[in-house]
């Protein structure tokens, strides 16, 4: 957002802030809950503290180092890959010196992954088996599991896993609208046989360190070894057929409402 009136001395007019203030093209603040901006490149897009140097990529970046505690030569399996948590995840994965294997709903955002250098991808709409393409593009399996999808896909996955495999979950929007919590393969045997650590975040369990993963994120997009993709929509009466489009994964990369 951009202070257009103020009378607090600490938002001068015209200065930028990331705030959590729901679908609204104006209000009224008296300051808290608002962040702000880190010192902006004029060479980058301001929306792009919505996206991959923002919430999203700060997904990526903890849930990833922190929850996977990623080192050199892992083995890194992404969902729901081009969107825009996961296609963040992937080069992550690929500045830290892992082999990276994406899911994606299309064979475009599967060209995009490899664009953006993910070593394997497939599209999990058309591949005769789950288990199959899991297998061929990680014969060797998977040491890192970043979920964002559940449901069918993490019942596949998690048999891929090596031993002592850790897996954070960021979402699971394959189960969303659920009027009915489905029944699947139990997965506690799996578990406990390849003795792996699976753990739930929540990106704010880090907000105190959000500043730290900005600069990074922010650092890497100059330098060229993150790369992101914007899925526009303009006009803020067009956000509800926006917003149903992304949970349809109609975007690659963040989706962002101009308004």
Known sequence: CRV??????????????VVFAGWTTHFISD?????????????LPKSLALGAIGMPGLAAYFGLLEICSLKEGDVVL????????????????????????????SDEKVVYLKEIGFDEAFNYKTVNSLEEALRATSPEGYTCYFENVGGKFADAALQQMRDFGRIAVCGAIS???????????????????????????????????????????????????????????????????????????????????KV
Not at 31 to 41: D, K, T
Not at 78 to 104: D, M, R, T, Y
């Open 78 to 105: 992404v969902n729901c890959a081009a969107g825009a948590v996961g296609s963040v995840v992937g080069q992550i994965a690929k500045i830290k010196g892992c082999k990276v294997v994406g899911s994606a709903g």
């Open 175 to 257: 189960m969303y609208n659920d009027a009915v919590p489905p029944s699947g393969p139990s997965i506690h045997p799996t578990i406990l046989l390849k003795q792996l650590r699976m753990e739930g975040f929540i990106v704010t369990r880090w907000k105190n360190r959000f500043e730290e993963g900005e600069k990074q994120l922010l650092q890497w997009v100059l330098e060229g070894k993150l790369k992101y993709h914007e899925h526009i929509t303009n006009g803020f009466e067009n956000m509800p057929a926006a917003f149903m489009g992304m949970l349809k994964g109609e975007n690659i990369g963040k989706a962002i409402i």
């Open 4 to 17: 257009t009136e103020s009378k607090h001395p600490e938002f001068p007019v015209g200065g930028y802030h």
């Open 31 to 43: 300051g808290q809950g608002l962040r702000a901006l880190l010192s902006w490149p004029e060479s």
